[in-house]
């Protein structure tokens, strides 16, 4: 049941690139992928910026191989899972593999209900059934298994912004009691009017581009994305040509149990998952070289998980930085999409900055990262997630 | 991995909560579509909690709530989801407010409680507990993998009880747009006569179902549950075959040890087809019971199977609405429940006597 799970693969689409090899690329040289909107159709493109991956529907099927009239949020999933899986080279190398799909989402087909609910809505028999019947996350989960060839076991998880966090961790545990042997886990989300909405009629979304962990932050943007890895056994990982990038050594599931839209104001829900994490890879927090934050960049979010790194990490801090302020907030993809940042974070020795932090929260004697470094000794990498109903979980990537 | 069923509380279109009595009087419906019998929420619910609350999360925090306390239990160690749909009427609602207000919005509320997470939040918020909380959304494999989730954290030693269930919900707008994709009879009939019109289309159904399951056996357990697994799209007959007797072997029992199966069957013929193609192969000559004339066709609908199975094992009494006469055997020790949703997921749940 503690056997190890190697991480072997890695795939990620985002508002700073299409492929792993640009996002990384991005996140070195501090591009960020916040903009005007330009992709989805929405009456809030001018006051609203957000992290869209910067291509059409039309170009996303044609890189995806699905229909153009697919949702955004599958053929998103179908690129970043396929540069995974191809990547790991599992199925090439070894494929008499009992192999898994776990992936996450909270927006499934809903860029496509809306069309539909458009017509519906003036009449019940109108409405094309084609722009319904992928309403459901599982529908997304699915397409895309069949494309890579994955039928052993397949599931999907939504548990608000921390769904690709438990998606990963259901897969690892998956591997652990001897169900499976590989596992892509992540998950997907793209931009959406429903998710727009809703954020904005919540409050929480910036005009302008989102500073998280400043203390003048004022607010989220939201970008769309996937991200995957690739975990397998150990005895799997022994079979591949190439060494693993690094171990998932630590995860943690628990809930703040607080309010359904906002969390703790001492961090209990982060204190619990980030600690939980830690005991589970035998590690102390003197041992994390490096936490990629939940870090949205809303009021409620960044003092809350900053009371929590308070609790855990102080007067010891680690380096830290929220990538959202390169991919904007992805939402159910976000642990998956920052997964893959921090086994990238792991393998190269990297340490990404925390973009537009001018000054930095008063309450707290610790100060994210402002500028892209190296550090080849880093070996333990932590990654925050904190959602809606309180559902926080934290993992955590150690070097080989 | 084996957990015993402390509780199991069901809301379905039976009367099933809060009643002693086991299915003895059968609601009848005379359209394609079956609606839940709610109870008075007020005495399960703290009334401020309950006005923003949406059907589902209703029925689903009521039965969740008194699982809790039929098992003696207020705070468990994992709260476990499973639904396809998640919370439809709210996501309808918003979206519905979008498109009519021109992306002005005036609410969040339904926003809000849209996400597929919103029922094990709900339960976490409202007994506060901080403890593991997961939503599975894998269509008709929903139940199956929150079930799987549980039976692995037992087996993990990281907790002795889990809240485990399985909810859908049917609403206005769902309901008009599956019959749309042709799923339901178009002719009306009643629920009862089901599996007797060798016709297309099923009956639309909902519920919520929820068990206390834990990692060690106390007097008044109801049943266990032995092992579930999935099975995706099984390429052919022979393939099904095979997970089934792989299961069979994994759990160390012949097909002869099987005192009762629980079958999937919806009435539609095509649909219904894929089992009694079984029970002319491995599972002939097994007594068999069907369940969705009594809760419809849905997703998680094996939550509600396993409700049955549960209670079955328990009194052991196969109630007379499932037409079983006299049985042969003088105790049901072992249920296996299979069910397929729409041939894309196929499952087995496997329950015993404790």
Redesign the interface.
Known sequence: MNDPVFVVGVGVISGIGNNVAECLDALVEGKTGIDKIKYLRTNHSDLLPAAEVKLSNDELSAMSGLAPATSRTAMLSMIAAQEAWAHSGVKKNIPSLRTGFVSASTTGGIDKTEEFLTHFLIDNNKGKLRDIINHECDSITTMVADKLGIRNHISTISTACSSSANAIMYGARLIKHNMLDAVVAGGTDALTRFTLNGFNTLLVLDGKYCRPFDENRSGLNLGEGAGYVVLVSERVASLLKRDPYCALTGYFNANDAYHQTSTSVNGDGPYMAMSGALEMGGLQPSDIDYINLHGTGTQNNDSSEGAAIQRLFHPHYPKMSSTKSFTGHTLGASAGVEAVFSVLAVHHGMIYPNLRLQTPMSAFPFVPETAFSRQADLKHVLSNSVGFGGNCSSLIFSKL | MKAYIRSAVAISPQKTFNNPAFLDDPAEYRNSRLTSIEPDYSEAIDPRSIRRMSRIIKMSVASALACLKDAGIANPDA?VTGT???CLED??I???N???E???????VA????????I???M??LI????????????G??FE?ALL?AL?LL??NNAANILVGGMDEITD?SH??LS??GLYKRQPLSNLNLFNTNSKGTINGEGAAFFLLKNTSSPNDLACIEAVA?F??PEAATELRQFINSFLVSESINYSDIDLLILGNNGDSKNDEIYSQLQQSVFKGTLSINYKHLCGEYPTSTAFAAWLAANIIKKNNIPVIFNQGKISKNKINKILIYNHYQN??HSLILMSSC
């Open positions: 709260i396809a749909y998640g996501t309808g918003f979206l519905t979008i498109i009519q021109n992306e002005e919005p005036v609410t969040p926003f809000v409680q849209s996400t597929h997470n919103t094990g939040a709900q976490a918020l506060k507990c901080s403890r593991y909380n997961n939503t599975f959304v894998s269509g494999a929903s993998n989730d692995m087996s993990e707008t008009t747009v749309r994709l999935t995706y799209k894309i997921y």
